[in-house]
């Protein structure tokens, strides 16, 4: 018996492990529940809620193929190892197949959990599926990982030029195995209930979950839509907010419930058959892909950009400021900059946030308010549904001047010239901050700028820094930084 182990690739449509364990005489398949290791992860409720409502499609489409879903609860990822060999013993499992995952804790619970399996004679296989190309296979001349994303993407455009990976069907359906799958609805259900995410806000929890359908048919849709369309002129849609011009399929690559094969394939149908053809909007939208990709090559070639550590080492000496309640002020969504405020309630009550946003919220942290851009980090992590440790950390680093190829620190966006430039006629604006729905095309970027309006009559804070002067400070503790 093989068993495929389910971990962030939670759909049976080109999954690479899963195709390789079904591909012998009988299989079954797993899946751990570890709510202790999640919250340690920041992992958001509403990402946590996602998995657990794709995991009861998964287990019906793993039951018209006979494939049983088992359902295992550990705290940690320490557990890991002795519950899957007790699981081999039980099952008389011989090998089992899973797809890398590449974070440090990651890669230590496998490498904990093969070493006990191999003295039990039990094999362990992982993958290459949540990427394009293996970690380490993507490196400079003299064989280094790339630190800079404009050299890596030259080589990643050359290899796919040589052979785009090819998708993989569904398994078929085995025989029926005597083995009964875990009641999944029952155990899930339980699972939240009980668990450590029982104390969250359930309603706020459901309102996202309407608005993020779970199912690889609906990923495929997501996709299919996008490619259809949005994606011919992405190049210049995808800084406006108020625009359908991105994909939004972030939520979806990071469950794994398509795969970064399907996307780069839905992209080069769109361009009619051509990688890198004629149109700049999917050539765009492929490269954002390779970001993706470069951002996990980095977490492997310098892993302490994961553990708390800027890629700059020199960084570290910033002079962070302590304001805990500048800090609060700009999680809720009350820092008196109205683009930032929209942005922050977007994440608060959709669970995702558009890439320029992100842009814009994480420089004004690091820079404007100068707090400590880990902190930015953590709360992205603990709101976000497509959050993803390699991702989200490359563009805080990124924002915050700290990481590898990020941006230059004296470059700071000024959220009110931003506003006015990728929204421009604050629909954006109108319809998260409701209160300045009824404020002009201009007044509404900077209220408290404005003639026409009497800012401290609004229901609406006023400005929490000086833009000017906030940037000069940024500046200067940038500056005193010996490289
Ligand atoms: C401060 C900050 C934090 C971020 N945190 C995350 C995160 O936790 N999870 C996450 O998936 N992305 C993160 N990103 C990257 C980017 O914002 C999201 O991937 C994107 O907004 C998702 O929306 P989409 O699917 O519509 O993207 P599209 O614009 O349609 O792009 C398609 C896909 O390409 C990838 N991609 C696009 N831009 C980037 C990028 N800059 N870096 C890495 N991959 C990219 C994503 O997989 C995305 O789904 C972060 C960016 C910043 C600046």
């Known amino acids: 018996m093989h068993l495929h182990w389910f971990r962030s690739d939670l759909r049976i449509h080109d999954n690479t492990s899963l ?6 005489e009988s299989v079954l398949a797993l899946y751990i529940l570890t709510p202790k290791q999640w ?13 657990r409502r794709q995991l009861i499609e998964l287990s019906q489409q793993l039951d018209r193929l006979n494939i049983p879903l088992l359902i295992r609860h550990c705290d940690t990822w320490q557990q890991v190892p ?3 060999l007790e699981l081999c013993q039980q099952y008389q499992i011989t090998q089992v197949h899973c797809n890398a995952e590449y974070g440090v804790n990651e890669r230590k619970r496998d490498a904990a959990t093969q070493h006990l399996l191999q003295q039990y004679h039990i094999g362990f296989k992982h993958y290459l599926d949540q990427l394009l190309f293996e970690p380490g296979s993507i490196t400079s001349k003299s064989g280094g ?4 994303f404009g050299q890596f993407k030259r080589v990643c455009q050359q290899r796919l030029y040589d052979q785009i990976p090819a998708i993989l069907p569904a398994p078929k359906a085995q025989a029926k195995l005597f083995i009964a799958a875990d009641p999944i609805a029952a155990t899930l259900a339980d699972f939240t209930l009980t668990g450590a995410f029982a104390k969250l806000d359930q309603s706020s929890i459901d309102s996202i979950a309407a608005q993020w359908p779970v199912g690889e048919t609906q990923a495929m849709q997501v996709l299919d839509d996008f490619c259809a369309d949005p994606i011919l002129d992405y190049e210049h849609a995808r800084d406006m907010p108020a625009l359908a011009g991105v994909s939004q399929i972030s939520p979806y690559i990071n469950a794994g419930i398509v795969s970064v094969r399907q996307c780069l394939q839905a992209a080069i149908d769109a361009a009619d058959g051509e990688l890198f053809g004629a149109n700049e909007g999917i050539n765009t939208w492929i490269t954002q892909l390779l970001w993706r990709e470069f951002y996990q090559h980095i977490l492997v070639g310098f892993p302490q950009v994961s553990q708390h550590q800027p890629f700059k080492a020199h960084t570290k000496k910033l002079p962070w400021r302590n304001a805990p309640d500048d800090l609060a002020c700009w999680q809720q969504g009350q820092t008196g900059f ?3 405020d929209a942005a922050m309630r977007q994440l608060q009550q959709t669970g995702w946030m558009h890439n320029r946003l992100r842009m814009i919220v994480a420089m004004f942290l690091s820079k404007n308010l100068l707090i400590d851009w880990r902190l930015g980090e953590q709360w992205f992590m603990q709101h976000l549904i497509d959050g ?16 590898t190829d990020s ?11 931003q506003s006015q430039k990728i929204d421009p006629e604050g629909t954006f604006i109108r319809h998260w901050l409701p209160a300045l729905a009824h404020l002009d095309n201009k007044s509404i970027h900077a209220p408290h700028l404005s003639r026409n309006v009497q800012a401290s009559a609004l229901d609406y804070p006023l400005p929490i820094v000086d833009l000017k002067q906030s940037r000069e400070r ?3 503790a940038f500056s005193g930084l010996k490289a």
């Open 19 to 24: 195709d390789a364990a079904a591909s012998q």
């Open 39 to 51: 919250q340690q992860h920041d992992d958001a409720p509403c990402k946590v809620d996602f998995w």
């Open 82 to 84: 002795d519950l899957l």
């Open 145 to 148: 990982y790339f630190k800079v």
């Open 338 to 340: 109205p683009i930032i």
């Open 388 to 403: 993803d440790l390699a991702a989200n950390n490359g563009g805080w680093q990124w924002s915050a001047s700290t990481g």
């Open 407 to 417: 941006v230059p620190y004296f470059r700071i966006f000024n959220p009110i010239t």
């Open 474 to 476: 940024a500046l200067q």
